[in-house]
T-cell receptor, first 110, second 114 residues
């Protein structure tokens, strides 16, 4: 099945630093979603993007829908310890079936 | 607060046992999904269901089956558990025709097969 290419695979950063991650696909998406998974929990939706070029913020998080519709970016500003977790991008390809990136594992060092 | 509930957070089963993982959603969603999550491999789709009594194979259905007798409940069955099925299992649901809201996930079941 389709997988989205997500990078980096893992990040270790100091508290207060900014974080950037991205996701690319060989297919065009009409929606991009970003999820966060806390340790031992299921993923929770952070941000949804519906239009090429769209830039959307949710607190310290900002996500962008790439203009080619084949990529998306997530930035976290001024990281804090509770940002720790795995971040997934996702996009629907057919019907209601979503494809997920392989995840970016974020560790924030206090 | 709408949610997807997975019956067990942690399970330990023996090789060869038949294992049932239960998932219930209270959002009246038509579509339900089972994924397994392994380090470095992301989320891989096992089975999904578009409606009651309907089921479709995902990318890795071997060794698994599913049951959807009621709209709110989607069960994953490991017919004869093996150690390579040790994993985190995630259930998700979504309303038919509304992909822009994404899935709602359960909290996951971490299964260990010994």
């Amino acid at each position: 099945g389709q997988q989205l290419n997500q990078s980096p695979q893992s990040m270790f950063i100091q508290e207060g630093e900014d974080v950037s991650m991205n996701c690319t696909s060989s297919s065009i998406f009409n929606t991009w979603l970003w999820y966060k998974q806390d340790p031992g929990e299921g993923p929770v939706l952070l941000i949804a993007l519906y239009k090429a070029g769209e830039l959307t913020s949710n607190g310290r998080l900002t996500a962008q829908f790439g203009i080619t519709r084949k990529d998306s970016f997530l930035n976290i500003s001024a990281s804090i310890p509770s940002d720790v977790g795995i971040y997934f991008c996702a996009g629907p390809l057919t019907g209601n079936q979503f494809y997920f990136g392989t995840g970016t594992s974020l560790t924030v060092i206090p | 607060d709408v949610k997807v509930t997975q019956s067990s957070r942690y399970l330990v089963k023996r090789t060869g046992e038949k294992v049932f993982l239960e998932c219930v959603q209270d959002m009246d969603h038509e579509n339900m999904f089972w994924y397994r999550q392994d380090p470095g491999l992301g989320l891989r789709l096992i089975y999904f269901s578009y409606d009651v009594k309907m089921k479709e194979k995902g990318d890795i259905p071997e060794g698994y089956s599913v049951s959807r007798e009621k709209k709110e409940r989607f069960s994953l069955i490991l017919e004869s558990a093996s150690t390579n099925q040790t994993s985190m299992y995630l259930c998700a649901s979504i309303r038919q025709g509304e992909p822009y809201y994404g899935y709602t996930f359960g909290s996951g079941t971490r299964l260990t097969v010994v």
